[in-house]
C-alpha cells in the first residue's frame, strides 16, 4: 500500500506522514529532503540554485540514503530547495529513488508536492494537506525558533508565499492536489485532529 500525502510548505505533511507510517509500521520517505539535499549541495559548492547545470550535477550525485546525517531544515535551505526543485532535469534524476521506495513491503508514506499526481498516482491514498498561509508561517516561525533561527513573523509569510507561488506555478509537477485526493484542511486542527481525520480516511480506503 502506497499512502501520498502532498501539500504547501508547513503545512503539517511530515509530521502527518511520519505519524501514519509509525501507526501503520510503513516505511516513510520526507521528498522534501531531497530537493533540500540537491539545494544544499548547490549552496556548498558556492553556486546558484538557479545554474541548471549545478543542480542536475548535484542531483545525480545525490546519496538519498544520507538525508538524515545533515541539517536541512534552514529557510536558506529550503529556499534554493524549491529553486532546484523547478528544474524538470532535477526532477527526473530523483524520480527512480522515490518510485522505488514506494514499492517496500508491506507498504510506504511519501510526503511531498507532487507524489499522488507525478510520483504514485497509483496510490491507493492520496492526502493533501494545507492549511492558510499564517497559519502556516505561524507553524514554521515555532518550528525556527526551536532551531534558535529567528526570522520576524512577517519575513516567514513573505517566504512561504513566495515558495507556495514558486511551486504552483512552475511547468513541471506543480504543487496541486490530485482529482483522487481527501484535501485535509488543517487550519483549525490540532496535530492530533488532522491525525485522527487522516486515520480515518486511511481505514475507509483499506476497507
Ligand atoms: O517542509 P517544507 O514544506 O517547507 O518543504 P519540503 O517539503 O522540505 O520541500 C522543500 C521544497 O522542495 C519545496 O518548496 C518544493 O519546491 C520542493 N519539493 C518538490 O518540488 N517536490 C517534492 N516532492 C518535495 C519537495
Redesign the pocket.
Known amino acids: 500500500m502506497i499512502i501520498a500525502v502532498?501539500?504547501?510548505?508547513?503545512?503539517g505533511?511530515?509530521t502527518l506522514a511520519r505519524a501514519l507510517a509509525r501507526r501503520y509500521n510503513f516505511h516513510f520517505l520526507?521528498?522534501?529532503?531531497?530537493?533540500?539535499m540537491v539545494?544544499l549541495a548547490v549552496l556548498q559548492a558556492g553556486r546558484d540554485p538557479h545554474d541548471e547545470a549545478a543542480a542536475l550535477e548535484a542531483a545525480q550525485g545525490l546519496k538519498p540514503d544520507l538525508t538524515h546525517e545533515q541539517d536541512?531544515?534552514s529557510e536558506d535551505v529550503?529556499?534554493a530547495?524549491?529553486?532546484?526543485?523547478?528544474n524538470l532535469k532535477v526532477?527526473e534524476a530523483l524520480l527512480g529513488f522515490?518510485r522505488q521506495f514506494a514499492q517496500r513491503a508491506p507498504g510506504a508514506v511519501?510526503?511531498?508536492?507532487?507524489?499522488g499526481t507525478v510520483?504514485c498516482p497509483d496510490a491507493e491514498v492520496k492526502i493533501f494537506v494545507t492549511a492558510s498561509p499564517e497559519v502556516r508561517a505561524e507553524r514554521?516561525h515555532a518550528e525556527l525558533a526551536e532551531r534558535g533561527e529567528a526570522p520576524s513573523l512577517e519575513t516567514v509569510l513573505d517566504d512561504i508565499h513566495a515558495?507556495d507561488e514558486?511551486?504552483r506555478t512552475?511547468a513541471h509537477?506543480p504543487?496541486v492536489p490530485a482529482r483522487d485526493a481527501y484535501v485535509l484542511e488543517t487550519s483549525q486542527m490540532t496535530r492530533e485532529q488532522a491525525l485522527n481525520s487522516a486515520i480515518a480516511y486511511v481505514e475507509m480506503r483499506r476497507k
Open positions: 502532498d501539500g504547501p510548505a508547513a503545512a505533511k511530515g520526507d521528498t522534501g529532503a531531497l530537493y533540500r539545494g536541512l531544515r529550503g529556499a530547495a524549491s529553486i532546484v526543485a523547478a526532477r522515490q511519501l510526503d511531498g508536492r507532487d507524489i510520483v514554521r515558495r514558486r511551486d512552475r509537477a504543487l
